[in-house]
């Protein structure tokens, strides 16, 4: 069973940064990509980064130039490296990791979600 577990989500100023961490429970080779969702209260979870197991990543317009997706296969885990945040950056963060199995159907796995608040 895939396990995801999320940390480093927090309380910071605006302006200031975060580093948020997603350990897996097996090797992330196995996984087609991974990447990061937000869900602000009231809103639609909404990508905010994605890095494919080649390694390609993807980010949504609002955070292009201010996060960083990456990953550490030796240690299992992706990595979100936040800067400049912004008060419209808080919400729940979730982790994801997805296969594409037979048919072309999608498997997602989820973290349990960290909390990231980003005060004026």
């Known amino acids: 069973q895939v396990q995801l577990v999320e940390s480093g989500g927090g309380l910071v100023q605006a302006g200031g940064s975060l580093r948020l961490s997603c350990a897996a429970s097996g090797s992330i080779f196995s996984f087609n990509g991974m990447g990061w969702y937000r869900q602000a209260p009231g809103n639609e979870r909404e990508l905010v980064a994605g890095i494919s197991s080649g390694g390609s990543t993807n980010y949504a317009d609002s955070v292009k130039g201010r996060f960083t997706i990456s990953r550490d296969n030796a240690k299992n885990t992706v990595y979100l490296q936040m800067n400049s945040l912004k008060p419209e950056d808080t919400g729940v963060y979730y982790c994801?990791?997805?296969?594409?199995?037979?048919?072309?159907?999608?498997?997602?796995?989820w973290g349990q979600g960290t909390q990231v608040t980003v005060s004026s």
């Open positions: 994801n990791a997805y296969r594409i199995g037979v048919w072309d159907r999608k498997y997602d796995y």
